[in-house]
């Protein structure tokens, strides 16, 4: 593999290397879709609010057209009146806020999740440099960005200008209405105007979505030098591992030796392999596999074996079972009961055991 081909940044990334983006604040976000989700939701709550807003704020203009000249303005009057005309204020305008508060906190909650980044709030000094500045403003995807919001206002534009165009032909009949006829009208047209722009925006806010997934999945691209710089990292070197593996069956036969004087028999192939056994009637339910090997595991078997005075008993079929389907540490299935009962029937009459 070329020098070149391993720095490509061809591969996906790995979950760690999306965690440690994650906490860099670095995340697949939607703009788009939060801002459809502002504008409909936020549409809604005007639709349904506006007309007890308007009530409230008719009544406190009636009250002030009628009790104007009744107002002497000091500096303990004024304030509890401008108290008041905000405490009416606040309340006309707190549900719509509040609606459109939870909706923008709720649409960024479920495309990112719970993520609180101080890191992503650091300044980063290299933004201050012009010069960079000036080649990412000239950049292909800064132009790409350009032309899509360019292209995404000019088709938001035209469905608003047709929309708007289309409530015109109902305004002529309104000509020698009252104010209370022409509001609820103007209120009602600006939502359908809203809902339109709405149904293109949902088009863009989907094909947005999906892009930023893409963009995000694509910025986080690995090389595969990367990805093994990774795996050293945080797993050690293969080399490593292979010199705890080594390390680890070392011990694990060193454990297993011990074992093979403890054994009533030890059963060979008789050269390529050896698997000892030991059965305690009290405290085993059948024969248990102490220790097993093969080739000059199973020389060093048998030579411990000897040296300990344990029988080594040659019986190619029954060896080749036991190695296979038996690990160490595990009773003897079914099937090879009766021939290890023949073994062990042997070995104790040699004992001179019942």
Known sequence: MSKDSAQEKTEPATPRRKQEARKEGKVARSQETSSLAILLFGAIAMYFFLPGAFAKLGNLARHLYINAPKIEF???TFSSFFISILGTFASVAAPIIFTVGVIAFAITYIQVGPLLSAKA???KLDKLNVIKGLGQLFSA???FQLFRDMLKLAI?????YLAITAEFKKVIPLADSDILAILPFIGK???RVVIKICLVMIVI???DFFYQRYDYEKSLRMSKQEIKDEMKRFEGSPELKGRIRRVQREMAQARMMQDVPESDVVVTNPTHLAVALKYDADSMSAPTVVAKGQRLVAEKIKEIAREHNVPVVENKPLARALFKAVDIGMTIPGNLY???AEVLAYVYRLKGKA
Request: hydrophobic share 60%; no cysteine.
């Open 74 to 76: 000091t500096a303990e």
């Open 121 to 123: 709030m650091e300044p």
């Open 141 to 143: 995807k800064s132009l």
């Open 156 to 160: 938001i534009g035209l469905v608003g």
């Open 189 to 191: 047209a600006a939502f």
């Open 205 to 207: 806010a989907v094909l």
């Open 338 to 340: 009766k021939a290890v």
